[in-house]
């Protein structure tokens, strides 16, 4: 339940003691299980070679592609300003992930593209990311996984099943 009685306790959750399942739990329900699976990648990555990764980086690498793009791009794919793209960038850059090149359809630019430890890293994540699902299916059942799925499936707009822009309304710029 929400207090709306005091100005002062706007949004604070507080418990009258009725039993249902309050609206500000889905989210944080949500976020938590996104963060436990996060979390838990980002564990195992440590242990194949990875250990520096971070969450940032993967949506970097992500933003950045197959075909790499510019920080720009890279800035505009995530929602954050090129100057933030660029600190993202130059930390991939420093670990590995990531170099910089000349764009060949314009000299005047430069596109950052993953290296080969970038793709391990995306590879790794991937296989991984496979494994915890299935850790799932075995805990809750793999129909009970994919009508999860497919619930949210239908519930979030296809046009923003895959953005990586997250940053932008958490506050990052």
């Known amino acids: 339940m ?8 706007v949004n604070q ?11 500000y739990e889905l989210p944080l329900l949500l ?7 996060i979390d838990r990648l980002h564990t195992r990555l440590a242990t194949e070679g990875h250990p520096g990764l971070r969450p940032a980086y993967g949506f970097a690498m992500q933003a950045i592609g197959t075909q790499g793009a510019t920080a720009s791009d ?7 300003s090129k100057q933030a793209a660029g600190k993202t960038v130059d930390r991939l850059l420093a670990v590995g992930y990531a170099e910089r090149t000349d764009d060949p359809a314009d000299a005047r630019r430069k596109l950052v593209r ?14 991984i990311f496979d494994e915890l699902r299935a850790e799932w299916a ?8 994919r009508d999860m799925e497919a619930a949210l499936r239908t519930v979030v707009p296809a046009e923003t099943a895959y953005r990586l822009d997250a940053t932008s309304w958490l506050g990052g710029s």
């Open 2 to 9: 929400v207090d709306y009685a005091d100005k002062g306790n």
């Open 13 to 23: 959750v507080v418990d009258d003691g009725k039993r249902y399942e309050p609206g």
């Open 31 to 37: 976020f938590a299980g996104f963060r436990t699976l």
């Open 74 to 80: 890279i800035g505009r794919r995530l929602g954050v």
């Open 114 to 127: 993953l290296t080969e430890r970038g793709y391990d890293a995306l590879a790794r994540s991937a296989a």
């Open 138 to 145: 075995a805990t809750l059942g793999a129909d009970r996984v």
